[in-house]
């Protein structure tokens, strides 16, 4: 008898532990949001596409220093939406039931946005790292055009994990309503920009909308551990 009482409440301990773990996971989510808005008002904004050639030349030049702090800002907050979207797959999962197919779509289209996203960092760094040295006009531009390019397929993959999570709580409630229509809402506004807006700062800038919503599901899953507990796969 003593010795079931000591077994639960290891049991217990352990769990406790788990839970408590998962909590706090949860809130990488929001930790990811303020390194990405700090990274966002320290590079300053990127230009278009579409921009004369000497107006970005001018910003590799003039934001080397603050494109490269970003450049690491990014870096940690790109390790901290790792755990949020593990975090995110793990309570859509537990939602969606033991097949989790779509629960898999959100947590493919998170990778889309962590590479792209990762990609465009990349693609500024580079511009800027050379910048002391001269980068000719022609390569800066090609440059620009391809970090806009990362930012479309990023707001691309965004849009289809917002639409993902939006379709499990269409079935299961696992977060209130008004916060899986939200993401909805900001899906729809990346899906349009993208190709209807491409090159032009507003994609970049909206895609910041995300944002909003990562913060409000980072503190739902922190208020709710339960949502986030071992799934079966």
């Given at each position: 008898m003593t010795n079931d009482g000591a077994d639960l409440s290891q049991v217990l301990l352990e769990r406790a532990r788990r839970i408590s773990w998962e909590r706090w996971a949860a809130l990488t989510g929001l930790l990811a949001v303020v390194g990405l808005v700090i990274a966002t008002l320290v590079q300053g904004p990127i230009p278009a596409a579409n921009a004369p050639a000497k107006q970005i030349t001018d910003f590799f030049a003039q934001h080397h220093?603050?494109?490269?702090?970003?450049?690491?800002?990014r870096l940690y907050a790109g390790f901290a939406f790792i755990w949020f979207l593990a975090t995110l797959w793990s309570a859509l999962a537990r939602a969606e039931g033991p097949?989790?197919?779509?629960?898999?779509v959100a947590f493919?289209?998170?990778?889309v946005v962590l590479g792209s996203s990762g990609a465009a960092t990349a693609v500024l760094a580079a511009g800027a790292f050379r910048a002391s040295q001269g980068v000719?006009?022609?390569?800066?531009?090609?440059l620009v055009t391809a970090v806009h390019m990362f930012y479309a397929i990023s707001g691309m993959g965004t849009a289809w994990m917002l639409i993902a999570t939006w379709l499990i709580n269409q079935r299961?409630?696992?977060?209130?309503?008004?916060?899986?229509?939200?993401?909805?809402?900001?899906?729809?506004?990346?899906?349009?920009?993208?190709?209807?807006?491409f090159g032009q700062p507003i994609v970049l800038y909206a895609?910041?909308?995300?944002?909003?919503?990562?913060?409000?599901?980072?503190v739902l899953l922190f208020l709710r551990p339960a949502m986030t507990q071992k799934v079966a796969v």
């Open positions: 220093d603050r494109i490269m702090a970003a450049m690491y800002i097949v989790a197919r779509v629960s898999m493919g289209a998170g990778i000719d006009p022609a390569l800066a531009a090609a299961s409630g696992i977060f209130p309503p008004w916060v899986a229509w939200l993401g909805v809402v900001f899906a729809l506004i990346s899906l349009v920009l993208a190709p209807f807006a895609a910041l909308l995300t944002l909003i919503w990562m913060a409000i599901v980072s």
